[in-house]
């Protein structure tokens, strides 16, 4: 098992989804994916809150054994996002971003992180990704998310970022975006020629596609859920899961080993968006995962179910 450095935001989110609203709610790519990861690996979070933030908040992750040396407490307010969904759940639309801590963030990694082998570089300002990189002495397995915001204001820099990382995990939608692809079998082949060697687009309710160039497309849906409350961290969860599985291999991915992830990050993410922000997350335990693997192969089976 090897240790995953992760930086993102973490931050407080307000939502509203045809289920209802929830104000301030606990949110932020790196509080998402180190839930998830934590199912599987040991995680250490780089990143900055303010002094909003609350102890109960560390308190969930440090309860689950997550590293939060690398977070500083700076003074000013937390990162904050407010974001709705209409009818379309798979697509989020932002009211506000405040980065507030994060506008200035100067990472710098406590000494013990430097060794970190498997690095997730979440959902945040490019530059923020990069300079954590710089930092890790020789990682194994280097993986990246991003979204609109960041390819709307800093292109460069997240192109740089991709000729960096192993793999990149993108939303369908933000997929188009970055590449001008118009679908998202197109988009995965692009973004492989913009850096990576692997490229996962989730797509919501539809699940995903992986792509390598070496073993072509691996295409699988969600588990189903009729009732979605609140999308919102369902792209980190599946990042979480994704990673924090690869990182327990302790070696360095093979494509079987991506599609495997893939299934361990969309089973968790199946939880998210059961609750608001992070409280459908929050409540998995290993034996819903199983329970849900479970049903989930027979979804995908080819088989009758037994009677
Ligand atoms: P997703 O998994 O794509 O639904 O990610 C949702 C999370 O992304 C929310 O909890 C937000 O706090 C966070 N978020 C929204 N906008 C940004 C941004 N520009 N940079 C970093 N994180 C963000």
Known sequence: MSEILVVGSLGYDSIETPAGKVDRTLGGAANYFSLAASHFSPVRVVGVVGEDYQEKDRELLTSRGVDLSGLEKKHGKTFYWSGAYTKDMNEAITRVTELNVFGDFNPKLPAHYKNSKFVF?????????????????????????????????????????????????????????????????????????????????????????????????????????????????????????????????????????????????????????????????????????????QAYSRVISLEDSAK
């Open 121 to 293: 570089l979440a959902n945040i300002d490019p530059v923020i990704q990069l300079q954590v990189l710089e930092q890790v002495d020789q990682p194994m397995y280097v993986g990246s998310d991003t979204m609109n915001f960041w390819i709307q204001s800093k292109l460069l820099e997240l192109k740089k970022v991709l000729t960096k990382v192993n793999v990149v995990l993108i939303n369908e939608g933000e997929s188009m975006m970055l590449t001008g692809a118009s679908n998202a079998i197109a988009a995965a082949a692009a973004l492989c020629k913009m850096g990576p060697q692997a490229v996962v687009i989730k797509r919501g309710e539809y699940g995903f596609v992986l792509y390598t160039p070496a073993d072509g497309y691996f295409i699988l849906p969600a588990f189903p859920i009729s009732e979605v409350i609140d999308p919102t961290g369902a792209g980190d969860t599946f990042a979480g899961g994704f990673f924090g599985y690869l990182a327990s291999l302790n070696r360095v991915p093979q494509t079987k080993d991506l599609k495997q992830a893939c299934i361990k990050g969309s089973m968790l993410a199946s939880f998210t968006i059961q609750d608001f922000g992070v409280n459908g997350l929050a409540a998995v335990t290993k034996g819903h995962v199983q329970d849900r693997t």
